[in-house]
């Protein structure tokens, strides 16, 4: 009895440990995100300010066109979330359910792919993106990032998992492949398609690094590079300012989430093939 | 007509060979039973029908059609699979009414129908259930009752029966035999279960390696095994078969005889085969402690208990013969006289296994009927 109420304790604070070295700096970030710059600095531990202070939201509206970047890096992340999935899902459809010839060598080459660094191609995409015209838009971040081997793997995965009888039943009641897809494997492979959908997206929404080599001018911008103006700005890092990028930028897919935290959930627990 | 005919139909995986060369035909509103162990073909041969494996060398005719690159959506089948193939997401109303839906079939068609099976199989009260929630038995008729709204001429059913309890089996094949005689569809029927497939089957086609062993009815294809592995395979416990030597009307065993009566006499003579072996049911075998005339000497090696009646296996001059008796007074060891009943006997050619056929005074005796068989065989 008693070492069972001792190995309790030890979980309990391993557990809580870990949530405090999780939620820490979201805590940090939002207390400094409504502290004046010199609180900041002089005051680091006092983690809920007071009296609060608006200034930093303010200027952060008043120097960026805020609901544009917003707005941009919605734009990037969804279309390229939707598209990944669509090409994922259509992809790992075809890798499990017909039959063609070099489809083992074609689904090795394509995962693969995976294991190319981010920088080895960046180079070439740059030339091709440039070549189009599409430097310093958001389609041009957009174009190189509307496939994914990840994505074809993880849901290619899942649906390995669905018994082929269930593909041949609808093959015998004349089904076509759309409906297929849409009534059967869809539902069936949900979970998956919700883990890969989500991180897509938070990928897509906190990337830096293809975004600061396309977009040139601020209306173009994404959060994460708005959020590097004031770390690395000329008269020094802003940092409460950028404190409230960062609020920002956490602020929105945590929001979705909640928002369609039910449905997430459900996806995962409801999921189950017998 | 509703026929499926085969015609030197082959089935080849890279270099393996699957189904060689099968030829024959599935009459319309028959039963007909794939029977064979697993890895024999059968179940390949009921997807070739269904449209789900393709034929690699041969004709397949479907209501005088050939359907060998006809998709399986167009060949108007219906099909049960083994593992029920339920949509895991769709309650039992959709899983039965969703290829009517997609088909376009209209909603008061559809209802008509749902609610036919679902009286028909005993699933009211199930239609907004999900598979999970189901037992094993409402799931197979689920699975039943999805392929029979299709209304389809044809009716395939790759081992149904096989995740069912012995009690639900008996109940579904009855439910089986109802529905053919309601619907009269082409049935065909994958089973590695013999006694499905006498019970079940207008006629059996039995399979082995890819290749059709015979093609009969249940009685035939008990009373008159084509071959040894037809007399083996169908039938607890299995046929035994001897080694012997027939010369001057007499077959020996060992350095044992006994006289063959002059109807196999002659039948044997007018065949001509030299190299024989002898088939015979265990049932067939009269076993006694005294000497019986025209007999043969054995020893008991050990005793089955089968319920109702006892196995008794024995040493025939170094084979191994399996008898059927009523009680169980037998000892290891202990000496024992059997005597072959004469019209019950098989012979077979060594070489082909092939039957050497029956004397025609045999053919005319009347089969035992199929219902005993079905009893004999499920003790």
């Known amino acids: 009895m008693k070492t069972n109420r001792m190995v309790s304790v030890i979980w309990h604070f391993i557990i809580f440990t870990t949530v405090v070295i999780l939620i820490f700096p979201v805590v940090f970030s939002i207390g400094v995100?409504?502290?004046?710059?010199?609180?900041?600095?002089?005051?680091?531990?006092?983690?809920?300010?007071?009296?609060?202070?608006?200034?930093?939201?303010?200027?952060?509206?008043?120097?960026?066109?805020?609901?544009?970047?917003v707005f941009n890096t919605f734009i990037v992340a969804s279309v390229v979330t939707t598209f990944?999935?669509?090409?994922?899902?259509?992809?790992?459809?075809?890798?499990?359910?017909?039959?063609?010839?070099?489809?083992?060598?074609?689904?090795?080459?394509?995962?693969?792919?995976?294991?190319?660094?981010?920088?080895?191609?960046?180079?070439?995409?740059?030339?091709?993106?440039?070549?189009?015209?599409?430097?310093?838009?958001?389609?041009?971040?957009?174009?190189?990032?509307?496939?994914?081997?990840?994505?074809?793997?993880?849901?290619?995965?899942?649906?390995?998992?669905?018994?082929?009888?269930l593909i041949e039943a609808a093959r015998l009641d004349h089904i076509s492949h759309g409906r297929v897809m849409k009534d059967i494997v869809l539902p069936l492979v949900r979970p998956s398609v919700t883990s890969a959908g989500i991180w897509f997206f938070i990928t897509t929404w906190n990337e830096f690094v293809w975004p600061v080599l396309i977009l040139k001018t601020v209306d173009n911008y994404t959060l994460p590079l708005a959020l590097q103006m004031f770390i690395s700005s000329e008269g020094g890092t802003d940092f409460t300012v950028a404190m409230a990028v960062s609020v920002i930028t956490m602020i929105i897919p945590l929001a979705l989430y909640l928002m369609f935290q039910r449905y997430i959930i459900g996806t995962f627990t409801s999921s189950g093939i017998k | 007509m509703k026929d499926i005919v085969f015609e030197n139909v082959s089935k080849t995986y890279g270099k393996t060979e699957v189904v060689k060369n099968l030829n024959f035909r599935v009459r319309e509103g028959e039963r007909l039973i794939l029977l064979g162990p697993s890895g024999c073909g059968k179940s390949t041969t009921l997807r070739m029908i269904a449209g789900l494996e393709e034929i690699t060398a041969g004709n397949l005719y479907m209501n005088g059609r050939r359907v060998n690159d006809v998709p399986s959506g167009e060949r108007n089948v219906a099909m049960v699979f083994q593992n029920y193939a339920l949509y895991p997401h769709m309650t039992v109303r959709e899983n039965i009414t969703y290829g009517l839906k997609v088909q376009k079939v209209p909603q008061d068609e559809i209802e008509k129908r749902l609610d036919h099976v679902l009286e028909m199989l005993q699933l009211i009260g199930c239609e907004n259930r999900l598979?999970?929630?189901?037992?094993?038995?409402?799931?197979?008729?689920?699975?039943?009752?999805?392929?029979?709204?299709?209304?389809?001429?044809?009716?395939?059913?790759?081992?149904?029966?096989?995740?069912?309890?012995?009690?639900?089996?008996?109940?579904?094949?009855?439910?089986?035999?109802?529905?053919?005689?309601?619907?009269?569809?082409?049935?065909?029927?994958?089973?590695?279960?013999?006694?499905?497939?006498?019970?079940?089957?207008?006629?059996?086609a039995l399979m082995y390696d890819g290749k059709l062993q015979m093609l009969d009815t249940p009685e035939n294809v008990y009373?008159?095994?084509?071959?040894?592995?037809?007399?083996?395979?169908?039938?607890?416990?299995?046929?035994?078969?001897?080694?012997?030597?027939?010369?001057?009307?007499?077959?020996?065993?060992?350095?044992?005889?006994?006289?063959?009566?002059?109807?196999?006499?002659?039948?044997?003579?007018?065949?001509?085969?030299?190299?024989?072996?002898?088939?015979?049911r265990p049932e067939h075998i009269e076993i006694s402690a005294q000497p019986l005339e025209n007999s043969l000497r054995g020893k008991v090696k050990y005793v089955e208990n089968q319920g109702n009646e006892y196995c008794v296996y024995t040493n025939l001059e170094g084979q191994e013969a399996a008898v059927i008796s009523g009680?169980?007074?037998?000892?290891?060891?202990?000496?024992?006289?059997?005597?072959?009943?004469?019209?019950?006997?098989?012979?077979?050619?060594?070489?082909?296994?092939?039957?050497?056929?029956?004397?025609?005074?045999?053919?005319?005796?009347?089969?035992?009927?199929?219902?005993?068989?079905?009893?004999r065989m499920s003790v």
């Open chain 1, 33 to 69: 995100s409504f502290k004046p710059l010199a609180d900041a600095y002089n005051n680091v531990l006092n983690f809920i300010p007071f009296p609060l202070t608006m200034e930093n939201y303010a200027k952060l509206f008043h120097t960026l066109p805020v609901v544009k970047i």
């Open chain 1, 84 to 165: 990944k999935l669509i090409t994922s899902f259509l992809a790992a459809y075809a890798f499990v359910y017909f039959d063609f010839k070099g489809k083992r060598i074609l689904y090795f080459v394509l995962i693969s792919t995976i294991f190319i660094p981010f920088t080895v191609t960046m180079i070439p995409n740059y030339l091709i993106v440039s070549e189009l015209g599409l430097i310093d838009s958001v389609w041009g971040v957009i174009l190189p990032q509307l496939a994914d081997a990840m994505g074809i793997f993880l849901i290619h995965q899942s649906m390995r998992g669905i018994p082929f009888s």
């Open chain 2, 131 to 204: 598979p999970k929630d189901l037992s094993g038995g409402q799931r197979q008729r689920v699975a039943l009752a999805r392929a029979l709204v299709k209304r389809s001429n044809y009716f395939l059913l790759d081992e149904p029966l096989s995740n069912l309890d012995v009690q639900l089996r008996i109940s579904a094949r009855k439910e089986l035999k109802k529905i053919h005689d309601l619907y009269k569809q082409t049935i065909v029927y994958v089973t590695h279960d013999q006694i499905e497939a006498m019970t079940l089957g207008d006629r059996i």
């Open chain 2, 223 to 280: 009373n008159r095994p084509a071959n040894v592995f037809t007399a083996r395979f169908i039938g607890s416990p299995p046929t035994n078969i001897l080694k012997i030597n027939y010369f001057n009307g007499k077959v020996h065993i060992g350095s044992q005889s006994f006289t063959l009566s002059d109807m196999w006499v002659k039948h044997i003579g007018r065949k001509g085969t030299k190299n024989l072996l002898l088939g015979i």
């Open chain 2, 327 to 375: 009680h169980n007074h037998w000892r290891p060891d202990e000496l024992v006289y059997l005597r072959l009943s004469g019209h019950r006997i098989h012979f077979f050619n060594a070489e082909t296994e092939k039957s050497i056929g029956y004397p025609e005074a045999l053919l005319d005796k009347q089969s035992p009927s199929h219902e005993n068989i079905g009893q």
